[in-house]
């Protein structure tokens, strides 16, 4: 099973911070499950491998929560 995430971003900044905040969670996956990360100018892209649908489940949510926990930390930083 596969998914992907694509984020658009509104500056290639952007979306490499986003990419470079959720890799530390990625190095340490287990055997059946592989996760890739990419910024290519203002797109990130999260694929995700694996053959449980728990972990594919649960692998999404927890990306999705670590993408945006790190989008509100870019826009405050942006602020001040």
Not at 18 to 41: C, F, H, M, Q
Not at 58 to 78: F, G, P
Request: proline share 1%.
């Amino acid at each position: 099973m596969k998914a992907i995430i694509r984020f658009e971003a509104e500056q290639a900044k952007k979306a490499q911070s986003l990419v470079r905040a959720t890799v530390a969670d990625n190095n340490s996956t287990p055997k059946y499950l592989r996760i890739k990360s990419e910024a290519r100018g203002r797109m990130a892209k999260f694929s995700i491998r694996t053959s449980r649908l728990d972990t594919l489940v649960a692998t999404v949510d927890d990306l999705l929560s670590c993408i945006q926990a790190a989008e509100k930390s870019i826009e405050v930083v942006q602020k001040s």
